[in-house]
């Protein structure tokens, strides 16, 4: 029996309760490299997917199945073939793919009819739906070279996707599809991805695969991650990248993390199955493990609107129960939500802080600057000061000050300086709380 220890857990799960409330109703099309069946985590990571699926997350599958049809081709002494980093599909390597096919569609059925008591399965009741919903068309003849049975997505039947998943299914597609007249054509588990992502317009499109993401350095595989790229950067890293061969290639999953962001698709993961719950992390944390790529960058530092009370206190609590801040009342920030700068990422608050001018005294209090545990070390902090004094310095004001009793030393090393409370200006000084005994300082707006 595992232990379950409030102090961390109970923080945990409020934490991630923003990403559940925004991911409620939303589609994700998933698709997985083969190697992370062929490595052994299927099992784990259907549990993952039941996590999505319990919390009202709409799921399409895709998989993929590169070494389980090179096994099958080794089986048969068969040599692989590839040009332009797509397999040339002749008819044994069709013969391959349709076995490792009915394989991959067997081993994730049973992954997903997991039942056992104490597990992420119990009572999923998970139904696995998949069909011909995939037409596709020949890749044909390429600088000579002939594709044979290889094909591209021609269409996606995504009415018929989006009933299945209304009804509470997993939609599984393979990599397969089919021309008018019945041919059968080998399709990459990317195209089909993003193809499937695009017609749906889903919410998401999470690759897991065999890369950590997008390395900061591409010259550099083993470089730190990239996060999050706007599709701009995306775009401008991938018109220098060379054409890809390899999967662990950097332009390899990027080319299609792309076309599926230009569709419309909001935001695109590429993400390890190396890590246990990359899936999740990614959806449910700050950062995530993998590389974001979005339309747009995410993180917005704004003025606060009525729409962000709720962030605002959720944030703001926890600082107010510990001391740190002086407790707000929900009225009291209603009235005042025009005095507040916050920052935001992906719909949620991480950070804020109020500037409440004194005209007469040509300054202004700088209250409640406030970053989210999840995210402190990373500069928001920083960006939301600058923030304030660039609307204090617009109202024509001469300085910023700000009361504490814990965190001088933060304001110290960013330019602020100790005076008396009596430097106060009049009207703050009446409801200065001496018992409280805060620290006053304040910073010259240059």
Not at 217 to 246: C, R, W
Not at 373 to 399: C, M, N, T, Y
Request: aromatic share 8%; hydrophobic share 45%; glycine share 8%.
């Amino acid at each position: 029996m595992s232990l379950v220890f409030p102090h961390t857990f109970v923080p945990w799960f409020r934490s991630v309760a923003p990403y559940i409330h925004a991911h409620r109703g939303k589609t994700f099309v998933v698709a997985i490299a083969g190697e992370l069946v062929a490595a052994g985590k299927l099992a784990t990571f259907a549990q993952d997917l039941a996590i999505l699926h319990a919390m009202g997350i709409k799921l399409v599958l895709v998989h993929g199945f590169r070494p389980q049809v090179e096994e099958q081709l080794k089986v048969k002494g068969h040599i692989s073939r590839f040009s332009h980093g797509m397999r040339i599909t002749d008819t044994v390597a069709l013969d391959c793919a349709q076995e490792a096919a009915g394989q991959m569609r067997y081993e994730i059925e049973a992954a997903f009819s997991q039942g056992l008591p104490n597990t992420p399965m119990a009572h999923a009741q998970i139904r696995v739906v998949s069909g011909n919903f995939i037409t596709a068309r020949p890749v044909g003849i390429l600088d000579g070279v002939d594709f044979q049975h290889t094909g591209l997505v021609r269409r996606i039947d995504a009415a018929g996707i989006r009933k299945a998943v209304d009804f509470g299914a997993l939609v599984m597609l393979s990599p397969f599809g089919f021309s008018p007249t019945g041919e059968a054509f080998n399709l990459s588990m990317e195209d089909v991805a993003a193809s499937a992502a695009d017609a749906l317009q889903a919410d998401k499109l999470i690759y897991v695969t065999e890369v950590k993401g997008i390395p900061l350095n591409p010259a550099d595989p083993n470089s730190e991650i990239d996060t999050e790229l706007a599709l701009a950067d995306a775009k401008k890293l991938l018109a220098n990248l060379p054409n890809p061969v390899q999967p662990t290639d950097t332009a390899f999953y990027l080319q299609h993390a792309v076309k599926a962001c230009e569709a419309g698709v909001e935001r695109v993961h590429i993400v390890p199955f190396s890590v246990d719950g990359s899936v999740l992390m990614e959806s449910f944390t700050h950062d995530g493990v993998g590389t974001m790529i979005v339309d747009e960058k995410l993180e917005s530092l704004r003025e606060a609107t009525a729409d962000d009370i709720g962030g605002i206190l959720q944030l703001i609590d926890p600082f107010e129960r510990n001391g740190t801040l002086v407790k707000r009342d929900r009225t009291e920030i209603e009235r005042d939500i025009d005095h507040y700068t916050v920052i935001e990422h992906d719909g949620v608050i991480f950070g804020c802080a109020a500037l409440y001018p004194y005209p007469e005294a040509r300054t202004a209090e700088m209250s409640a600057l406030t970053v989210s545990p999840d995210v402190q070390g990373q500069g928001d902090g920083e960006r939301i000061l600058k923030r304030v004094e660039q609307r204090a310095k617009a109202s024509g004001l001469d300085s910023i000050f700000v009361l504490t009793t814990q965190t001088m030393h933060w304001f110290i090393k960013r330019g602020f300086a100790q005076v008396d409370p009596d430097w106060l200006p009049e009207a703050r000084k009446r409801k200065y709380n001496w018992d409280r005994r805060s620290q006053v300082l304040v910073k010259k707006l240059p």
